[in-house]
């Protein structure tokens, strides 16, 4: 079984940074693509950025040119650096790990809170 856990989390005020860190307990290349998405509250998961096994990346258009989604192969560990976080960025973060036509792995969340 595999395991996501992620960490970086925390509170905020607008304008500022965070970096969030998933450690998988396997290797990551194993996977077709690492992501994170978000959940606010009452809303939709939602996808934030995509890293492919090729490193190509893709993300959604409310964080481009704000954050940026990288991985370290040897570490096994993925990465999302945020930038000029807005209250709207408020959610719980969640890595996510693909591989294709099988069941995609989730962890637990960290909590962002971004203060106006």
């Known amino acids: 079984q595999v395991q996501l856990v992620e960490s970086g989390g925390g509170l905020v005020q607008a304008g500022g940074s965070l970096r969030l860190s998933c450690a998988a307990s396997?290797?990551?290349?194993?996977?077709?693509?690492m992501a994170w998405y978000r959940q606010a509250p009452g809303k939709q998961r939602e996808l934030v950025a995509t890293i492919t096994s090729a490193g190509r990346t893709n993300y959604a258009d409310s964080v481009k040119g704000r954050f940026t989604i990288s991985r370290n192969n040897a570490k096994n560990m993925v990465y999302l650096q945020m930038n000029s976080l807005k209250p709207e960025d408020t959610a719980v973060y969640y890595c996510n790990a693909q591989r294709l036509l099988r069941p995609n792995y989730w962890g637990q969340g960290t909590q962002v809170t971004v203060s106006s």
């Open positions: 396997e290797n990551i290349f194993s996977f077709d693509a």
